[in-house]
């Protein structure tokens, strides 16, 4: 297993950023609907093959297009295991509640399942198969995922889980780790089936699950970080990134135990860089989501840049979705970028120290996103 130095660590990772377009945004110039982009192959390639041509007009090549693929779907795992797949006319997909009791979902772990001939599985294999012979040349992705064990658990079990720990806390252990067995050969098999790539590697292994976020810090010592390990050493011997949203302050030094070398917090309200950066060691990205850009002028978006790598963050990342095709908020992806730029040639050819990267925030800016 990989062990990471945080003495420094975050000393050795470069500061990076990224700007990429998606499929919402997709959808959005090109009027498909979402029902048919899930469902229909015909509609996913017209998605791309119409869309991103648009999307590249108007936000230029700074802005990376999205590569080809099946439609986003987390609930892949759970609809081998047996939940319905539910596809609503203008949403996301959903899927129906697997799991009435803690028994009855340790017996539906407990049964072999063949991933090939379950759920949905081939359908969306028929449909990257078509969207491969329409983009030759491309790699094109397979959206038919899972998620970590704590969110797994959440959607086999809905809102009932969260009472499971307190009720019966033994059964809850073993459905975790029966959880946690079937997501590692899962993914495995998709390593094997959609990859060809090795079923542990030894390069590192990601994680995301934003419901372990909704565990209390009392609860992480037995039904999170057992399941979170157990999930890593199925899958990888290297280093370990994740994903998970909204944790709070008193949740972040489970990271280190965890062994992270990225921590992704994505959509989290409760924590800034700089609280991050106070409670853990491990290197972090600090995304700008799209709907804060309606509340920010151009120069408040390249503060955003300049305060959240003062504070710590060494990635910063912002995506095109829905809402955001439009020429004002173009401008202010550009000011994204432009402001992402400066901060990687001050602090790589100029050698600006981070704290000196806070006197580029305007007056607004220290507002809104705090001077320290």
């Known amino acids: 297993m990989y062990r990471p130095d945080y003495d420094t660590?975050?000393?050795?990772?470069?500061?990076?950023?990224?700007?990429?377009?998606?499929?919402?945004?997709?959808?959005?110039t090109t009027g498909i609907p979402i029902k048919e982009m899930f469902l229909n192959p015909s509609a996913g390639i017209e998605l791309y093959k119409k869309g991103r041509p648009i999307l590249k007009e108007m936000f230029g090549t700074d802005v990376a297009m999205p590569s080809p693929?099946?439609?986003?779907?987390?609930?892949?795992?759970?609809?081998?295991?047996?939940?319905?797949?539910?596809f609503p006319d203008g949403g996301e997909v959903?899927?129906?509640?697997?799991?009435?009791?803690?028994?009855?979902?340790?017996?539906?772990?407990?049964?072999?399942?063949?991933?090939e001939?379950?759920?949905?599985?081939?359908?969306?294999l028929d449909y990257r198969k078509k969207m491969q012979e329409a983009f030759p040349g491309e790699s094109v992705g397979f959206g038919y995922k899972g998620e970590g064990p704590l969110t797994t658990a959440y959607t086999l079990r809905r809102d009932d889980f969260f009472y499971d720990p307190y009720d019966n806390p033994e059964l809850t252990r073993e459905f975790l780790r029966l959880i946690t067995d079937s997501i590692i050969s899962f993914n495995r098999f998709l390593r094997r089936k959609i990859y060809a790539t090795a079923e542990i590697s030894a390069e590192s292994g990601g994680l995301a699950d934003d419901c372990a976020a909704m565990l209390s810090p009392d609860l992480w010592p037995d039904f999170v970080i057992?399941?979170?390990?157990?999930?890593?050493?199925?899958?990888?011997?290297?280093?370990?990134?994740?994903?998970?949203?909204?944790?709070?302050?008193?949740?972040?030094?489970?990271?280190e135990k965890l062994q992270l070398v990225h921590y992704d917090p994505s959509v989290s309200p409760k924590i800034t860089p700089a609280i991050i950066s106070e409670k853990i060691r491990v290197p972090f990205s600090w995304r700008l989501c799209s709907f804060q850009y309606p509340?920010?002028?151009?120069?408040?978006?390249?503060?955003?840049?300049?305060?959240?790598?003062?504070?710590?963050?060494?990635?910063?990342?912002?995506y095109v979705c829905h809402g955001m095709c439009n020429d004002e908020t173009v401008k202010k992806v550009h000011s994204f970028i432009s402001a992402c730029r400066k901060t990687e040639k001050l602090l790589n050819e100029e050698h600006v120290s981070r704290q000196e990267l806070a006197a580029l925030v305007s007056t607004s800016g220290q507002k809104k996103f705090g001077s320290k």
């Not at 050795?12 to 499929?23: D, M, N, R």
């Open 9 to 28: 660590l975050k000393k050795e990772t470069k500061f990076s950023w990224h700007v990429s377009a998606t499929y919402l945004a997709l959808l959005e």
């Open 69 to 86: 693929a099946t439609p986003p779907i987390s609930y892949g795992h759970i609809n081998t295991l047996g939940a319905e797949l539910i």
């Open 94 to 115: 959903n899927h129906g509640k697997l799991c009435n009791s803690l028994e009855e979902g340790i017996e539906i772990l407990k049964r072999p399942v063949k991933f």
């Open 117 to 124: 001939e379950a759920g949905m599985f081939s359908y969306y």
């Open 226 to 255: 057992p399941f979170l390990e157990q999930y890593y050493n199925g899958l990888t011997t290297g280093k370990r990134h994740a994903h998970i949203e909204d944790l709070r302050p008193e949740q972040l030094h489970f990271l």
């Open 295 to 318: 509340s920010l002028t151009e120069t408040e978006v390249a503060d955003f840049v300049y305060r959240s790598v003062a504070d710590g963050a060494s990635d910063v990342f912002t």
